[in-house]
Every structure is written in structure tokens, then in C-alpha cells.
């Protein structure tokens, strides 16, 4: 069975693609990025299953009304054409009582997913068996639907003369002469270029070494995401090689009270964030501690930031402008998916996807593969620079995670944790050799061997492991034109 997929959000495409592919479904090579070529890929193709996100699929019409009516007729058209050739799906997210959703049962579409988080397994369930009626009665049929259906019927019933004439009269695109499909380019790492001052001269005067940076990432809070950000940062540190850790910018902040930050540096404020020009207050930028560089939003002058005021050429400057850590680790933890996430991802060497051993949730990160909330980190996982974190493992766990390849994090006692809390630091005291055997796996898995022998001899710069960011300042430019 051939489908042609046509949802316009690329994690939930994504997503959706795998699992219809390890369910047997034939998938169309190119999916449909636009309404405006639904017909031409169609035709094209000539799917058994077209899968239509009825939002996120970009239209011409930005009014709600006509867009709702251009997917109509789009779908009326398509019924006189293929009849029961090609199925018909919808996902969406709308009220139960939407009078759209009965208008697409009136137009004999038996599958709609109106659900923001959708089991993966009962959809698959639903695409192998024929389509029913029952599957969407939940929905009934308004008065004007059920006219819309009669009218339908009837034209069907007048021959093929009639049906293009009520096509013709009714359509929005009959008079629309299409453009052509473009050719969409294979995504590429992005080329990025940035002149620091003085960049040739410490190049010519110091050993160079790869700069890798870290994503931590998580589909749940309180599974450990930021727990292991920082353990990886000091086991890093313990070992003499630099590492800076930069907390999400976009949540609330936690890594400074949790350092005592206030007691320790009071008037620190983080490089994320402008001081008010009517604010003369000294203020220190950087901090420091336990050998570990560390911006973090102090609380008591900063708040969670927006994207807009704090775009990811901001971002990527600050983590280019890091000349003596080889080590960067970003903390996002568990958030919604955002095009700054996106791009981190792209630069990263290493992307970890932290679970613990809490049963419920990994069953419904397994079940709930599609929703906003998880679908893009299961397309992280997609990602050969991936890597599976069990926070908390205990024997018997490897059978409920999403990945047979994974790295272990054993549990450690709640009082070391708790002590290391209370006294604001990275070490557990009363813990030192099970803390360090626990991050031996991880260490092993991030640090290369070639680090621990370069800094003995006293390595302190590095060079830029992504590549020179070209495009930063065209972005920068359209920001300032905005």
C-alpha cells in the first residue's frame, strides 16, 4: 500500500514515515510540502493513502474560512476523480464539535486523527483495516453536511458531463493554473563563519584541538537531564580538560541556586541576557567553579528568554567565542521542540536523550510517538551522534527503552545528593569513588583518549569544532531588517 505524506512539520513526518515504513507501508520518496501541489504529486504517484496535516501543511489562504474550503474542494475533487482508489487521512487538532470535522465525514473521509497526542500503534491498527464509518461517528453530521453529502451523490449520479460542470462551479481551483513542483534541496550542515580578534595568532601560537559540544536532552522533567549536564561537566573538569556548561536559556533558571550562586556570586549576570543601559550596577559576567565554566540565569536579575530575544546567532557567537574549553554541554532538558533546538542539533558532535527508570512515562514516550512533545526528540534518536542515557538504571530496565543500544547511569544514594545540593556542589563527598566508577561509561563515551593525554601537556586553547557559520550574518541582517 502506497502512501504519500503530505504533513508539512518535518519531526512528525519524520516520525510518522518510520513508523509506516517498519509496518510495511510503501512511502512516496518526496512528500508534499505545499497545497499547492497536492494534485500534481497525486497524480504523480497515484497513492492508496494520502496523509494530510489540515494546519501544518502551508496553503495560499491564511483566513481560516477559505482555508477550510480550499481543503474541501480539494477533497470533493478528488473523491469524483479517484473514488475509493486513494483513502483519505486527516490529522488535526480541533474541537470535537467542529462543524469542519462533520463537513470531511460528509466527503466520505472515514480517518481523522483530532488528537494532539496520537498512539502510534492504534493509528498503524486503524491504516491496515479497511476504512469505517465507525472510526469517525463520534463526529455526526450537521444539517448542512448531510446536504453537502446528498449534493455529492447527486452529482456523482448525473454522469461524468454534470460532475465537471459542479466542479467547475464549485471549485477554488479550477481556474487556478498551478506552478511547478521545485526541486527541494537535501538539507546540509549549515556554513557558518565568524571572525574572532587575534583567531590566526593563537592559532600559530598553540596546539589546536576539537571542540565538541554536547546536547543534553530529555521527554521528561525530573528523569535526570540536567543531573547528568552536570555530573558529565565535572567528571570532565576532574580530569584537567576544559568544559564550560551553558544552561537553556529558554526555561526557567535552576543551576545557579542550586550552586549557591547567591552566596557565591551575588552580582553575577549571565552573558545571555543585556544589562539595562539605566542599570550601574558592577556586575561580574563569567563564573567559574569547581573547575567548570558556567552560564546559568541568576533569577534575582533574569528571567527565561524568548527566541526572538535571543536568536541562535546570538547562541552560536557566544559558543564560538569559548577558546579554552574543548568541551561544551548544553542543557535543553525537557522542552517543546524550537527551530534554536534544531539548529543545536545540526552543530552538535554528541546528542544525549536522558530517560530514567520511571515505567509509565517510557511507555508513554513509546506510545505517544507523534505528539509535539516527543516527536522530535524520537527523531533525535534517528541521529547516528545520538545516544541513549538510563539515568537510574536498574537490571531489567533495557526492556522498556526506545533503543537497545544505550549507556548506564546507576543510582546513587539520595543523602549524597541531597548533601551536594545543600552544600552547592558538583561533588559527592561522602561518595567520591561510586560517583566517579558511575560516570566511567559516559566519560568513555564523550571524551576521547587523545583529550587525557594533551592535557598533560598543557593544552589550553582550542580550535572551532563546527564549521565557519557563513550564513550568520545574512541571518543577522534579515533579523535587523524585521
Wanted: some cysteine; hydrophobic content about 35%; aromatic content about 10%.
Amino acid at each position: 500500500m502506497k502512501v504519500l505524506l503530505a504533513i508539512g512539520e518535518k519531526n512528525l513526518s519524520q516520525i510518522l514515515k518510520g513508523n509506516l515504513e517498519d509496518a510495511g507501508f510503501e512511502i512516496a520518496k518526496e512528500e508534499v510540502l505545499h497545497r499547492d501541489y497536492l494534485n500534481e504529486k497525486i497524480d504523480f504517484e497515484r497513492p492508496n493513502l494520502l496523509i494530510i496535516h489540515d494546519r501544518q501543511l502551508p496553503s495560499q489562504f491564511s483566513d481560516k474560512e477559505d482555508n477550510e474550503e480550499e481543503l474541501l474542494q480539494l477533497i470533493e475533487s478528488w473523491r469524483r476523480v479517484y473514488d475509493a482508489q486513494m483513502r483519505v487521512v486527516i490529522m488535526c487538532e480541533r474541537e470535537r464539535k467542529d462543524p469542519f470535522l462533520s463537513q470531511l465525514v460528509a466527503r466520505n473521509v472515514l480517518d481523522i486523527f483530532n488528537e494532539r497526542q496520537i498512539p502510534t500503534a492504534s493509528l498503524i491498527r486503524q491504516l491496515k483495516e479497511p476504512a469505517r464509518y465507525m472510526n469517525v461517528s463520534r463526529y455526526g453530521l450537521e444539517d448542512a453536511a448531510i446536504d453537502s453529502l446528498m449534493e455529492s451523490a447527486e452529482t456523482k449520479g448525473n454522469g461524468a458531463a454534470d460532475s465537471e460542470k459542479a466542479e467547475i462551479k464549485t471549485s477554488f481551483l479550477s481556474k487556478k493554473k498551478l506552478p511547478k513542483l521545485p526541486k527541494v534541496p537535501k538539507p546540509q550542515r549549515p556554513n557558518i563563519s565568524i571572525n574572532f580578534p587575534k583567531a590566526s595568532e593563537i592559532q600559530e601560537e598553540i596546539a589546536l584541538q576539537e571542540r565538541k559540544i554536547i546536547l543534553v536532552v530529555s521527554p521528561f522533567e525530573r528523569s535526570g537531564s540536567t543531573f547528568i549536564a552536570h555530573q558529565l561537566a565535572y567528571a570532565i573538569a576532574k580530569n584537567g580538560i576544559g568544559v564550560k556548561y551553558f544552561e537553556n536559556p529558554f526555561k526557567n533558571p535552576y543551576t545557579y541556586d542550586r550552586l549557591a550562586g547567591g552566596n557565591e556570586i551575588p552580582n553575577y549576570y549571565s552573558p545571555y541576557s543585556e544589562i539595562p543601559e539605566d542599570d550601574h550596577n558592577a556586575y561580574i559576567r563569567e563564573w567559574k567553579k569547581d573547575g567548570i565554566e558556567l552560564q546559568v540565569l541568576n533569577p534575582k536579575y533574569e528571567q527565561r528568554l524568548e527566541e526572538d530575544q535571543f536568536p541562535i546567532t546570538k547562541f552560536l557567537r557566544q559558543l564560538l567565542s569559548v577558546h579554552n574549553a574543548p568541551y561544551l554541554i548544553v542543557d535543553i532538558g525537557a522542552d517543546e521542540n524550537k527551530q534554536t533546538y534544531d539548529e543545536l542539533v545540526e552543530v552538535a558532535s554528541h546528542v544525549l536523550v536522558v530517560v530514567d527508570n520511571d515505567l509509565p512515562n517510557l511507555e508513554l514516550f513509546e506510545q505517544y510517538q507523534m505528539a509535539e512533545k516527543f516527536g522530535w526528540v524520537h527523531n533525535l534518536l534517528l541521529k547516528k551522534k545520538t545516544h541513549l542515557i538510563a539515568n537510574r538504571y536498574v537490571k531489567g530496565l533495557e526492556t522498556a527503552l526506545p533503543l537497545d543500544h544505550y549507556t548506564p547511569v546507576p543510582p546513587f544514594q539520595d543523602e549524597s545528593t541531597y548533601k551536594a545540593q545543600f552544600d552547592g556542589v558538583f561533588a559527592f563527598k561522602d561518595a567520591a569513588d561510586e560517583q566517579q566508577k558511575g560516570f566511567q561509561k559516559l566519560m568513555k563515551l564523550i571524551v576521547d583518549s587523545q583529550d587525557l593525554k594533551r592535557k598533560k601537556n598543557g593544552v589550553k586553547k582550542v580550535k572551532n569544532w563546527m564549521p565557519s557559520f557563513e550564513f550568520l550574518k545574512d541571518k543577522e541582517k534579515m533579523e535587523e531588517s524585521t
